[in-house]
């Protein structure tokens, strides 16, 4: 099975930078992905890493150490439109590699 | 990116009737389908992994013989909710994976844009 944790919220000022943090315990890690999802909508891909290391796409960057079960998606020049829901998602090595999701981070952006 | 679409994107019904929910991937072929479902204010949780040709695979505390699963195809599958009731009004959302190794190649999930049920 699996143990994926996040933070529940989140708050970060307009042109901020934001750190959202995941820790897993996986039997067989095969990738971790983070997707943003907005309310009532489906999630959309964000960055995927099965390396370790940092792997960066414009205004988001996501790393991920193997050795320590952890993941950070980092956001920068914040906006408003990236008030959102950040699910981390690990999935599992062999059968199906069925992908499980925390519990995902609701992040706020003010003004 | 690969497209994946849903239907029907909402519906309402009367306890005790059946609902199916289509998943459908466009441009590609999707031996493995996933199937969700995602209360209010929480995650993702993962109900049954969907394989073609084959039956489907349930997580556990997910009832097989209320929530079907039948993919029918590479690009098809189908979950229906029997006698629903209200406790199952919900987001279900599927995703697929594309296999072809071209620009996906880490094998991203691709998800549909969700089904609200709503169980009167």
């Known amino acids: 099975g699996q143990n994926i944790d996040q933070p529940t919220e989140m708050t970060a000022t307009e042109g901020a930078i934001v750190q959202i943090n995941c820790t897993y315990q996986?039997?067989?890690?095969?990738?971790l992905f983070w997707y943003q999802q907005h309310a009532g909508e489906a999630p959309t891909f964000l960055s995927y890493n099965v390396l370790d290391g940092l792997e960066e796409k414009g205004r988001f960057s996501s790393f991920l150490s193997r050795s320590k079960g952890y993941s950070y998606l980092l956001l920068k020049e914040l906006q408003m439109k990236d008030s959102a829901s950040y699910l981390c998602a690990v999935r599992e090595f062999g059968g199906y590699q069925k992908v499980t999701f925390g519990t995902g981070t609701k992040l706020q952006v003010i003004p | 990116g690969a497209v994946v679409s849903q239907h029907p994107s909402r519906v309402i019904c009367k306890s005790g009737t059946s609902v199916k929910i289509e998943c459908r991937s466009l441009d590609f072929q999707a031996t493995t389908m996933f199937w969700y479902r995602q209360f209010p204010k929480q995650s993702l949780m993962l109900m049954a992994t969907?394989?073609?040709?084959?039956?489907?695979?349930?997580e556990q505390g997910v009832e097989k013989d209320k929530f079907l699963i039948n993919h029918a195809s590479l690009t098809l599958s189908t979950l229906t909710v029997t006698s629903a009731h209200p406790e199952d009004s919900s987001f279900y959302i599927c995703s697929a994976r594309d296999h072809s190794g071209g620009p996906s190649s880490y094998n991203e999930q691709f998800f549909g844009p969700g089904t609200r049920l709503t169980v009167l």
């Open positions: 996986t039997s067989g890690f095969n990738g």
């Open positions: 969907s394989n073609e040709g084959s039956k489907a695979t349930y």
